[in-house]
Each structure stands twice: as structure tokens, then as C-alpha cells.
């Protein structure tokens, strides 16, 4: 008897309960009209679908069952969710109808599944699903098996799948991303690099169809890159990135995995970030089988960020490049420029130093000791001058790599001795002692006789420097296959933090202490690289406060030509001039008597031992002089004798110029001292850097003899007179006419015609009782104006009957105004310096007028040096105008003052 197919199998579940706990799907399904689809109602299905339904839904995981020939579908709540809005339309129906547009790529793997009774495996199957309005990209991993009926036959479809959409396109942006950050191209050029993103960027159709890169042209953007799509569908330049394309149909560009028409595009922005600069912008194709979700969007955003960094790294490098191009262009201009310089300064040098070398030498007619002594003090330094010159010409040899060592067999110990015997004098006068340690070395050395010249007196010199008790020991070994020589000193020594820098050019331990502030830096430096230049090394060990040890080392090497069989190496000419001007550094001064009835004294503080000797030979014919080598020595020296000026130097050891002068202007007692500060540093900057620190004058080097005396006349009749007024002593003696010095003539006769008290007497010519004399001039506005200028107004002056003291004034006072609108007059509309004079019976008006913009000054610029001199003579008045400046002095007639007995 057949099974009736309308009962149950005993245990099969029944239709009641086949639905339950099958979440929302099941109830659906319970409620469906299952008599109208192919597998029939409920009651009359076979044990063996129902087993497989119960199955289906009770699990989680997502399972189809389709069911006969008709392959009907019947799936739980996890499959739902994969298909989207094709739930709950597909309970019931056709597979092949509900998936039509992927049922090719799953024909094949159910019918095998079914007619081979085999199981599939298809990881990451692609399939194109319409379940949110769009042809969709995605993946699936799933297995098909067959479904037995109740007679054992195949009798339907069982399959699991799990979607792995997220996982495939995370991991296909990820290594689109690395390839991006990996993009090989030449650093710094940009557009390598961009074309090298872009070949990156083609390689993932999939999720990028197309792009383009629109880069900051300053005025717009400009089209730099595409692909994906030929270059003429996209506009070349735009204004802004408000003017490219979103939508993109109408380019005809086809992509994604289905290969539909790309419809959408984003405009992403590389850069422009705060602080950041904007390069430009990447437009990016969307795949028009992916919504643009958030993810979507991130990784857009990410591969625009890889364009923005790749692009900036490139900018940088390029940057970089070109800062390191001009630094070297300019390290070469440099280079050219010390070259030039010092081939145009060896021919005057040679002018100057040989014929005074020709005079010195000259036993026929030998001059006076004085003008010996003058003569020996500027040869001296012409050949400071001459080894700095040489210096940098070495120094611009090795940079141009044109310096090479011309090694000859050398008696390096031998001559290493004789160059330490040059110094010797120098470092006793300075209370050290020099202890040389040079034995024979067995071996030839061979060395640049010059190089080693400079190698060896520049360590030692660098040791006599910064040594100030205690020795130099100096020594020479040979080893094994090199030469060592070393210089160990008992000096300041050097802090670790500056040891690494000081072989570096130009480097200079700040606040170190040292007999003078003299040098380039440059000097240990040129040991390096003429070291370096004999294939050898240098060293610096060191304490602070236990001294320093530099160690040189040198190969043996061999002769770069043939022996010379002449004499051998000696000390040259260089060698003896540097230790004749340490020999001067370290001697004391030797002052000379004070004039009879000097009543000033001056202290004269400047760390060059020549410059002392110069100033006191100025000064000393008319005042006192004391001299001292640095501030430190100042202040002890003004503690024991009040001087009446103070003539500084700015840059010393110890103490410099500007602290002498804030420790004098503290102190009540010496406040009142009048300060004068000498520099090399000239320039409006650096005077009003002194003015500003209360300097009373201020006088740039080189500097005129005559202008010296005449500034330190004024300095010492104003301390004089602010002395007599507070001490209501008695009054000062009155002046007596000023003669005219000769420029460039100023010997001691002339010194002292410069200062009242030196002057012979005279008797000035009774006041005019003329009309008043007015004259109007117009000078070019140049310097050489101004001797005309002085003879102009000394002629109108002396008519008008002033007294000469007067007149001396008022002319320095008018040829100061007059230089400073010359000098100082900003873009003037006219090339003239007016200047009129009216003179009467009561007094003298000068105005010197200029067509130069007013340049707005600070506080600190009122007190110039021209200003101080100006005032001191007479009122001064300033008026700036956008067209000029008017500049009048004023000065009462003052009376003639009455011989000696008068």
C-alpha cells in the first residue's frame, strides 16, 4: 500500500508548528498561499522539505532552499537581509526569475551542485544584485549542495552564503592606498611624481574610474594630470573648483565592475588645511556600481590625502633643492667674492707695505725714531692685514677645491721648533711658559712647508690667546705609520657643548675669555682643511678651566715632487710678523710724560696693543693718558683715578664697551664721566645702538686724527663745565681762537692748536658794525660739496667779525648738518642741499635744507651723533616735511675772550 503524501511522516513537523521560530521570514512565510506556487500547500509536502525548511530557519547563518524543478525559493531572516528589496517578494518564486541578472554566474554551480550530488565552494563570488535601485557590485562566499525528497533522489537546491562585500572592497582600496604612499618618482620633481600617482591611481578602475588633478596656478587651477578618461573631455583651466564637473554623464565614460556609465563625480581638495598650503584639487570619478556611502567617501578623502602628501613632499624637496642651490650659488659668489677682493687687496698692499719695508730698511738716510716707530706701527699691521688676506684666499681655494699640498721631504721636527722658537718671545712676555719637545722623527716626512707653517702657528697663537697662567707644551712624535703632533695649554679651556663646532668656519665660543677679540674664526677652521689636504685628522680635547689639548695627525706620505736640494724649511716672513704683533699685544704700554699743565686726563681701554699705542700718540701731547687692554681693567683703573673722558673700545674680552659703559652710568660717582666709544662696526644702526646705551660721542673707525682731538676736546670742556657748575668752582679758562687744520695733516703742532689750553693767543677782530650779511648757496648733494661749503661760510663767518672759537663751532655744527643731509635725505626729489647764512650785530642763523623724504625716527634714533655734535655748539632746531628737511642753528654773537693779562 502506497504512503498516503498528505500524512506526515510519523515525527515530521507538522504545518502548525513547520513556521515557528522562524523570525519574521517564517511568519511571512506562514502566512503565504503556498497552493499557488509550485511546491503546493503546506499539508502535502513531503517530510524531507519540511525537515529542510525547519532547518533553513532555524538557523542564523544565511540559507536558500529551492524546491523542484521550478526552483522555488525558500530562505530565512539572514538571506533576507542579502537581497534586499527583492524580500519578501522572492518566498515562492523562481530563483532564476527573483536573480535573473546574476543567474549566469549562478547557473553552472546549482546544476552541478544538483546533478553531480557534489558540494560547491565559491569564495568571493562576484555577483550583480539589484536590490537598491542600481546595479550592484558585491561578493559572496557560498556552497550549493543538493536537497534529497523523501525517495532519495535530488530533489532541490541547498545553499549557505555569507556576503563579503565590505571585506573584498576594504581590502582592494587598502592596497590602492599603499600603492599610492609607495609611488616611486625622482624627489622634488613634481610632475614625475604626479604622473607616477596617477599610473598608481589607474591600476583601481574599479573603485576609481577616472581622475583628474587640477593644480593652483595662482590665478585658477590648471588641468596637471588625468586618467582614465582622454584629457579633452575635461575643461584645461578653471577659476575655481566650484567650475569643474559633479555630474558627469554626459562625458560618455563607462566603469565599475559591471562596466555602466559613470554618472557621478567628487571634488576633493589636496591641502588648504589651516597652516596648510592648497596645491589644488583631485577630481575622482565614483563607480557607478557603488553608493557613495561614507566608507565610499573616506576612501576617496584618503587617496586625496596620498596626492596632498606626495605632491607637498614634493614641493618641499624642490624647495629644499633650490634653497640648497642658491645657499651653494652664494657659498660660491662668496667664495669668488673673498677671491676677488683679496687679489684687488694684495696689489695696494704690496704699494704700501713694500715701500715702507724700503724706508725702514734704509741705513743711508735713516729717518727719526718717531717716525720710525710710526712707520715699524703700520707695517705692522699692513702685514695683519696681509695674513688676513692670504687667509682668505686659502680659505677660497679649499671651497673652489682648487687648493691642493704640495708635499716635499721636510725636518718637520726641526722645522716645528724654529716656528714654536718665532712665538717664544711672544708667550714669555705674557708670562708663559713655552716648552718644545720635537725630537728627530726616523722616518721622512713629507708635508707643504706653508701648510705646516700655518698649521703650527695658528694652534699656538690660538693657545697664547686663551692662556693666561700656567705653559704651552708642544710635541712631536713619530709612530708607526703617521706623524702626531700636539699643543696642550693650561688655558680657559672649551665647553662639551661647543667642542663639536670649533673647527667650524667663522665659530667663536660665545663670552670665552681671551687677551683680545681680534680673529675671523676662521683659524682652526684652516687647520682642518689644510690638515684634511695631507690625507690627516685634528682633535680637541679639553676642561674648562684646566686648558685644551689639539692633537694633529698626518701620514708620512710621499713627495708630490722631486727633493729639493736646497735650503731646508724656515720660518718665512708671515711667521715673524704674527709674533712680532703678539709681542706687542703682550708688552705694556709705555706711556709718555704728561704734558706741562695738562689738566685732563684720558683713559684710553682698547684690547689692540697698536691702536693703544696710536691713540696715546694722539692724545698724549695734550692730555694725561692712561690705557688699559679691556673693561675689566677699565673700571679697576677709574676706582683708583677719576680720568676726565673715557675713550672705549665696543668689542673686548671680559668686559666689552657697552658694559664698561652701563657699570660707569651706574655708578653715582663716575656717572658723569664723558664716554666716547670707537668701533669698527660703523653705520647708522651701530650709532644708535651706542647712543642709546648713553654713550656721549661716538666715532666709527677708520677715523680722521683731527676729528678725534676735536670730539675729545668737546667731551672733556663738557665734563669740565658739569663739574664747575656743580662744584660752583672756579670759572674755566676762556678759549682763544681755533686755527684751520689741513685734512689728513693733523701732526703734534696741529693736535695741539685743536684744544684751548695748546693754542697760541690771539686777539679777534672787533665785532662789525656792517649791515647784516645774508647769502643763499645751493650745493650738490655729495660729499665733496662740503670743503666748499666751509670755505663759503668761514669767508661770510670772518666778515661778519665772530670771534674764531665761534666760528670754528658754527662751522663744524653747519658742515655736520650739511653731511647729514647728503648722507641721510631719503629718495630726494632734488640732487642740492640748500644753505643760507644771515649774520648780525647779535648773532649768527644758518639754514641747511634738503628735498629728501623725512624718515620717521624712533625714540631711540633723536640722539644722533651729528644731533650731539650740533647742539653742543649752538641751538638747533629740526623741522621734517614730506618735501624735506630744514635744519637751523642758531648762535648768539659771543664776545671775544681777552689774551693771557688781558
Same mark, same amino acid.
Given at each position: 500500500?502506497?504512503?498516503?503524501?498528505?500524512?506526515?511522516?510519523?515525527?515530521?513537523?507538522?504545518?502548525?508548528?513547520?513556521?515557528?521560530?522562524?523570525?519574521?521570514?517564517?511568519?511571512?512565510?506562514?502566512?503565504?498561499?503556498?497552493?499557488?506556487?509550485?511546491?503546493?500547500?503546506?499539508?502535502?509536502?513531503?517530510?524531507?522539505?519540511?525537515?529542510?525548511?525547519?532547518?533553513?530557519?532555524?538557523?542564523?547563518?544565511?540559507?536558500?532552499?529551492?524546491?523542484?524543478?521550478?526552483?522555488?525559493?525558500?530562505?530565512? #531572516?539572514?538571506?533576507?537581509?542579502?537581497?534586499?528589496?527583492?524580500?519578501?517578494?522572492?518566498?515562492?518564486?523562481?530563483?532564476?526569475?527573483?536573480?535573473?541578472?546574476?543567474?549566469?554566474?549562478?547557473?553552472?554551480?546549482?546544476?552541478?551542485?544538483?546533478? &553531480?550530488?557534489?558540494?560547491?565552494?565559491?569564495?568571493?563570488?562576484?555577483?550583480?544584485?539589484?536590490?537598491?535601485?542600481?546595479?550592484?557590485?558585491?561578493?559572496?562566499?557560498?556552497?550549493?549542495?543538493?536537497?534529497?525528497?523523501?525517495?532519495?533522489?535530488?530533489?532541490?537546491?541547498?545553499?549557505?552564503?555569507?556576503?563579503?562585500?565590505?571585506?573584498?572592497?576594504?581590502?582592494?582600496?587598502?592596497? !590602492?592606498?599603499?600603492?599610492?604612499?609607495?609611488?616611486?618618482?625622482?624627489?622634488?620633481?613634481?610632475?614625475?611624481?604626479?604622473?607616477?600617482?596617477?599610473?598608481?591611481?589607474?591600476?583601481?578602475?574599479?573603485?576609481?574610474?577616472?581622475?583628474?588633478?587640477?593644480?593652483?596656478?595662482?590665478?585658477?587651477?590648471?588641468?596637471?594630470? &588625468?586618467?582614465?578618461?582622454?584629457?579633452?573631455?575635461?575643461?584645461?583651466?578653471?577659476?575655481?573648483?566650484?567650475?569643474?564637473?559633479?555630474?558627469?554623464?554626459?562625458?560618455?565614460?563607462?566603469?565599475?565592475?559591471?562596466?555602466?556609465?559613470?554618472?557621478?563625480?567628487?571634488?576633493?581638495?589636496?591641502?588648504?588645511?589651516?597652516?596648510?598650503?592648497?596645491?589644488?584639487?583631485?577630481?575622482?570619478?565614483?563607480?557607478?556600481?557603488?553608493?557613495? @556611502?561614507?566608507?565610499?567617501?573616506?576612501?576617496?578623502?584618503?587617496?586625496?590625502?596620498?596626492?596632498?602628501?606626495?605632491?607637498?613632499?614634493?614641493?618641499?624637496?624642490?624647495?629644499?633643492?633650490?634653497?640648497?642651490?642658491?645657499?651653494?650659488?652664494?657659498?660660491?659668489?662668496?667664495?669668488?667674492?673673498?677671491?676677488?677682493?683679496?687679489?684687488?687687496?694684495?696689489?695696494?698692499?704690496?704699494?704700501?707695505?713694500?715701500?715702507?719695508?724700503?724706508?725702514?730698511? @734704509?741705513?743711508?738716510?735713516?729717518?727719526?725714531?718717531?717716525?720710525?716707530?710710526?712707520?715699524?706701527?703700520?707695517?705692522?699691521?699692513?702685514?695683519?692685514?696681509?695674513?688676513?688676506?692670504?687667509?682668505?684666499? #686659502?680659505?677660497?681655494?679649499?671651497?673652489?677645491?682648487?687648493?691642493?699640498?704640495?708635499?716635499?721631504?721636510?725636518?718637520?721636527?726641526?722645522?716645528?721648533?724654529?716656528?714654536?722658537?718665532?712665538?717664544?718671545?711672544?708667550?714669555?712676555?705674557?708670562?708663559?711658559? !713655552?716648552?718644545?719637545?720635537?725630537?728627530?722623527?726616523?722616518?721622512?716626512?713629507?708635508?707643504?712647508?706653508?701648510?705646516?707653517?700655518?698649521?703650527?702657528?695658528?694652534?699656538?697663537?690660538?693657545?697664547?690667546?686663551?692662556?693666561?697662567?700656567?705653559?704651552?707644551?708642544?710635541?712631536?712624535?713619530?709612530?708607526?705609520?703617521?706623524?702626531?703632533?700636539?699643543?696642550?695649554?693650561?688655558?680657559?679651556?672649551?665647553?662639551?657643548?661647543?667642542?663639536? %663646532?670649533?673647527?667650524?668656519?667663522?665659530?667663536?665660543?660665545?663670552?670665552? /675669555?681671551?687677551?683680545?677679540?681680534?680673529?675671523?674664526?676662521?683659524?682652526?677652521? /684652516?687647520?682642518?682643511?689644510?690638515?684634511?689636504?695631507?690625507?690627516?685628522?685634528?682633535?680637541?680635547?679639553?676642561?674648562?678651566?684646566?686648558?685644551?689639548?689639539?692633537?694633529?695627525?698626518?701620514?708620512?706620505?710621499?713627495?708630490?715632487?722631486?727633493?729639493?736640494?736646497?735650503?731646508?724649511?724656515?720660518?718665512?716672513?708671515?711667521?715673524?710678523?704674527?709674533?712680532?704683533?703678539?709681542?706687542?699685544?703682550?708688552?705694556?704700554?709705555? !706711556?709718555?710724560?704728561?704734558?706741562?699743565?695738562?689738566?685732563?686726563?684720558? %683713559?684710553?681701554?682698547?684690547?689692540?696693543?697698536?691702536?693703544?699705542?696710536?691713540?696715546?700718540?694722539?692724545?698724549?701731547?695734550?692730555?694725561?693718558?692712561?690705557?688699559? &687692554?679691556?673693561?675689566?681693567?677699565?673700571?679697576?683703573?677709574?676706582?683708583?683715578?677719576?680720568?676726565?673722558?673715557?675713550?672705549?673700545?665696543?668689542?673686548?674680552?671680559?668686559?666689552?664697551?657697552?658694559?664698561?659703559?652701563?657699570?660707569?652710568?651706574?655708578?653715582?660717582?663716575?656717572?658723569?664721566?664723558?664716554?666716547?666709544?670707537?668701533?669698527?662696526?660703523?653705520?647708522?644702526?651701530?650709532?644708535?645702538?651706542?647712543?642709546?646705551?648713553?654713550?656721549?660721542?661716538?666715532?666709527?673707525?677708520?677715523?680722521?686724527?683731527?676729528?678725534?682731538?676735536?670730539?675729545?676736546?668737546?667731551?672733556?670742556?663738557?665734563?669740565?663745565?658739569?663739574?664747575?657748575?656743580?662744584?660752583?668752582?672756579?670759572?674755566?679758562?676762556?678759549?682763544?681762537?681755533?686755527?684751520?687744520?689741513?685734512?689728513?695733516?693733523?701732526?703734534?703742532?696741529?693736535?695741539?692748536?685743536?684744544?684751548?689750553?695748546?693754542?697760541?693767543?690771539?686777539?679777534?677782530?672787533?665785532?662789525?658794525?656792517?649791515?647784516?650779511?645774508?647769502? *643763499?648757496?645751493?650745493?650738490?648733494?655729495?660729499?665733496?660739496?662740503?670743503?666748499?661749503?666751509?670755505?663759503?661760510?668761514?669767508?661770510?663767518?670772518?666778515?661778519?667779525?665772530?670771534?674764531?672759537?665761534?666760528?670754528?663751532?658754527?662751522? !663744524?655744527?653747519?658742515?655736520?648738518?650739511?653731511?647729514?643731509?647728503?648722507?641721510?635725505?631719503?629718495?630726494?626729489?632734488?640732487?642740492?642741499?640748500?644753505?643760507?647764512?644771515?649774520?648780525?650785530?647779535?648773532?649768527?642763523?644758518?639754514?641747511?635744507?634738503? *628735498?629728501?623724504?623725512?624718515?620717521?625716527?624712533?625714540?631711540?634714533?633723536?640722539?644722533?651723533?651729528?644731533?650731539?655734535?650740533?647742539?653742543?655748539?649752538?641751538?638747533?632746531?629740526?623741522?621734517?616735511?614730506?618735501?624735506?628737511?630744514?635744519?637751523?642753528?642758531?648762535?648768539?654773537?659771543?664776545?671775544?675772550?681777552?689774551?693771557?693779562?688781558?
Amino acid at each position: 500500500m502506497a504512503p498516503d503524501p498528505t500524512s506526515a511522516a510519523p515525527g515530521a513537523p507538522t504545518p502548525a508548528d513547520l513556521f515557528a521560530g522562524g523570525g519574521e521570514t517564517g511568519r511571512l512565510m506562514a502566512g503565504l498561499d503556498w497552493s499557488a506556487t509550485p511546491v503546493g500547500p503546506v499539508e502535502e509536502w513531503p517530510a524531507s522539505l519540511r525537515y529542510a525548511v525547519r532547518t533553513i530557519l532555524a538557523s542564523r547563518f544565511p540559507m536558500i532552499l529551492t524546491w523542484g524543478p521550478g526552483y522555488t525559493q525558500l530562505y530565512n #531572516d539572514g538571506y533576507a537581509t542579502l537581497i534586499g528589496a527583492k524580500h519578501p517578494g522572492a518566498l515562492g518564486r523562481d530563483l532564476r526569475v527573483t536573480q535573473a541578472e546574476g543567474w549566469g554566474v549562478l547557473r553552472g554551480p546549482v546544476q552541478h551542485a544538483m546533478t &553531480t550530488r557534489e558540494a560547491s565552494w565559491l569564495p568571493r563570488l562576484p555577483l550583480l544584485l539589484e536590490r537598491a535601485g542600481y546595479r550592484e557590485e558585491t561578493y559572496f562566499t557560498v556552497s550549493h549542495a543538493p536537497a534529497f525528497g523523501d525517495d532519495g533522489l535530488v530533489a532541490g537546491m541547498h545553499a549557505v552564503c555569507t556576503e563579503v562585500t565590505n571585506e573584498v572592497l576594504g581590502e582592494r582600496r587598502q592596497r !590602492l592606498l599603499h600603492d599610492l604612499s609607495c609611488t616611486e618618482a625622482e624627489r622634488g620633481d613634481e610632475e614625475a611624481v604626479l604622473a607616477g600617482l596617477c599610473s598608481t591611481l589607474g591600476s583601481d578602475p574599479l573603485d576609481v574610474p577616472f581622475a583628474a588633478v587640477y593644480l593652483d596656478a595662482g590665478d585658477g587651477l590648471r588641468r596637471a594630470g &588625468t586618467v582614465g578618461c582622454p584629457a579633452e573631455l575635461l575643461p584645461g583651466s578653471v577659476p575655481d573648483p566650484a567650475a569643474l564637473p559633479g555630474p558627469v554623464a554626459g562625458l560618455g565614460l563607462v566603469g565599475g565592475f559591471w562596466q555602466d556609465p559613470v554618472r557621478d563625480a567628487v571634488v576633493l581638495p589636496l591641502g588648504g588645511a589651516a597652516g596648510e598650503e592648497r596645491i589644488g584639487v583631485l577630481v575622482a570619478g565614483v563607480s557607478p556600481n557603488r553608493a557613495l @556611502d561614507p566608507e565610499y567617501r573616506t576612501f576617496l578623502d584618503l587617496v586625496a590625502g596620498q596626492f596632498t602628501s606626495a605632491l607637498g613632499t614634493a614641493r618641499a624637496f624642490e624647495t629644499e633643492r633650490r634653497r640648497a642651490e642658491s645657499l651653494a650659488e652664494l657659498d660660491r659668489a662668496k667664495t669668488a667674492f673673498f677671491s676677488d677682493v683679496s687679489h684687488e687687496l694684495r696689489t695696494p698692499l704690496t704699494l704700501l707695505l713694500g715701500p715702507i719695508s724700503d724706508v725702514l730698511a @734704509d741705513t743711508s738716510d735713516p729717518l727719526p725714531q718717531a717716525a720710525r716707530d710710526q712707520l715699524a706701527l703700520a707695517l705692522r699691521n699692513g702685514q695683519r692685514l696681509q695674513r688676513l688676506v692670504n687667509d682668505l684666499m #686659502d680659505v677660497a681655494s679649499i671651497e673652489a677645491g682648487r687648493a691642493e699640498a704640495v708635499r716635499v721631504e721636510t725636518d718637520v721636527a726641526a722645522f716645528t721648533a724654529e716656528l714654536a722658537g718665532v712665538l717664544r718671545a711672544a708667550a714669555e712676555r705674557a708670562g708663559l711658559q !713655552l716648552s718644545v719637545d720635537c725630537p728627530p722623527v726616523d722616518r721622512p716626512v713629507h708635508v707643504d712647508p706653508r701648510m705646516w707653517e700655518k698649521v703650527v702657528l695658528n694652534l699656538l697663537t690660538n693657545a697664547v690667546k686663551y692662556t693666561f697662567v700656567g705653559g704651552i707644551r708642544l710635541t712631536l712624535r713619530g709612530e708607526a705609520d703617521q706623524v702626531l703632533l700636539t699643543v696642550a695649554d693650561t688655558g680657559i679651556g672649551i665647553p662639551a657643548a661647543e667642542l663639536p %663646532l670649533v673647527f667650524d668656519r667663522f665659530h667663536r665660543v660665545q663670552g670665552s /675669555l681671551a687677551r683680545n677679540r681680534e680673529g675671523t674664526g676662521i683659524g682652526l677652521a /684652516l687647520v682642518r682643511e689644510l690638515v684634511g689636504l695631507h690625507g690627516g685628522t685634528v682633535s680637541v680635547e679639553s676642561e674648562p678651566g684646566a686648558g685644551s689639548t689639539f692633537t694633529v695627525v698626518v701620514p708620512y706620505g710621499s713627495p708630490d715632487m722631486p727633493a729639493d736640494t736646497g735650503p731646508s724649511a724656515t720660518p718665512s716672513e708671515v711667521a715673524h710678523g704674527t709674533a712680532a704683533s703678539w709681542i706687542a699685544d703682550v708688552t705694556p704700554d709705555e !706711556l709718555p710724560d704728561a704734558p706741562a699743565g695738562a689738566a685732563a686726563t684720558v %683713559l684710553v681701554v682698547d684690547d689692540n696693543a697698536d691702536m693703544r699705542t696710536y691713540l696715546t700718540r694722539l692724545l698724549a701731547p695734550i692730555w694725561r693718558v692712561h690705557t688699559c &687692554t679691556n673693561g675689566e681693567e677699565a673700571l679697576a683703573a677709574v676706582a683708583v683715578h677719576r680720568p676726565d673722558v673715557v675713550l672705549t673700545d665696543v668689542m673686548m674680552p671680559r668686559v666689552d664697551g657697552f658694559e664698561l659703559l652701563r657699570r660707569l652710568r651706574a655708578d653715582p660717582a663716575t656717572r658723569a664721566i664723558p664716554v666716547i666709544m670707537l668701533t669698527a662696526r660703523a653705520g647708522q644702526e651701530a650709532a644708535v645702538e651706542g647712543f642709546a646705551a648713553g654713550v656721549d660721542d661716538y666715532l666709527a673707525k677708520p677715523f680722521q686724527a683731527a676729528e678725534l682731538i676735536a670730539r675729545v676736546r668737546v667731551a672733556v670742556e663738557r665734563g669740565s663745565g658739569a663739574r664747575d657748575g656743580a662744584a660752583a668752582g672756579p670759572a674755566a679758562a676762556p678759549p682763544v681762537p681755533m686755527p684751520t687744520v689741513p685734512a689728513g695733516r693733523a701732526g703734534p703742532a696741529e693736535v695741539r692748536a685743536l684744544v684751548p689750553a695748546s693754542r697760541p693767543s690771539a686777539t679777534a677782530p672787533p665785532p662789525t658794525t656792517a649791515p647784516v650779511l645774508r647769502e *643763499h648757496w645751493r650745493f650738490p648733494a655729495t660729499a665733496r660739496a662740503i670743503p666748499g661749503l666751509r670755505r663759503a661760510l668761514r669767508r661770510v663767518l670772518t666778515a661778519a667779525g665772530l670771534d674764531e672759537d665761534q666760528v670754528y663751532d658754527l662751522l !663744524l655744527a653747519a658742515c655736520e648738518a650739511a653731511t647729514n643731509a647728503v648722507e641721510h635725505a631719503q629718495h630726494p626729489t632734488r640732487p642740492v642741499v640748500e644753505v643760507t647764512i644771515e649774520a648780525s650785530v647779535d648773532g649768527v642763523e644758518i639754514t641747511v635744507r634738503d *628735498h629728501g623724504q623725512w624718515r620717521e625716527r624712533v625714540p631711540s634714533m633723536d640722539r644722533g651723533r651729528g644731533a650731539t655734535l650740533m647742539s653742543a655748539f649752538a641751538d638747533v632746531t629740526v623741522v621734517p616735511g614730506p618735501e624735506g628737511t630744514t635744519v637751523t642753528i642758531r648762535s648768539p654773537r659771543t664776545p671775544p675772550r681777552p689774551g693771557p693779562g688781558g
